[in-house]
Nanobody
Framework: QVQLVESGGGLVQAGDSLRLSCAAS????????MGWFRQAPGKERECVAA????????YYADSVKDRFTISRDNAKNTGYLQMNSLKSADTAAYYC????????????????????WGQGSQVTVSS
């Protein structure tokens, strides 16, 4: 089992930056990849970014490319999502998730491929 705890959400203005953190504990040695997903009211959950724990592969949704950066600190078992130039459209609950096996690059952005989920962190961007 892997436990994920997120932090760093909040209320900001358009154009501001936020960094979300996701601290992993438990069987962290088994983690293959970490993803960040978001869900706005009335919308489906979408993957905004994902990274393999080795750092060899990353994925970004088109809507966040060049604004968001995903990273991880293996020594701290922590993943990060740096969000710059935030827009009102980025308002959502953000979730980190981890998968513990290599299923291929396609599955990095598929929610059903993830085995563990954090509790969610609200990001609200006012315009």
């Amino acid at each position: 089992q892997v436990q994920l705890v997120e932090s760093g959400g909040g209320l900001v203005q358009a154009g501001d930056s936020l960094r979300l953190s996701c601290a992993a504990s438990g069987r962290t040695f088994s983690m293959y990849a970490m993803g960040w997903f978001r869900q706005a009211p009335g919308k489906e959950r979408e993957c905004v970014a994902a990274i393999t724990w080795s750092g060899g592969s990353t994925y970004y949704a088109d809507s966040v490319k060049d604004r968001f950066t995903i990273s991880r600190d293996n020594a701290k078992n922590t993943g990060y999502l740096q969000m710059n130039s935030l827009k009102s459209a980025d308002t959502a609950a953000y979730y980190c998730a981890a998968q513990d096996r290599n299923q291929g690059s396609f599955w990095l952005r598929q929610a059903r491929a993830y085995d563990y989920w954090g509790q969610g962190s609200q990001v609200t961007v006012s315009s």
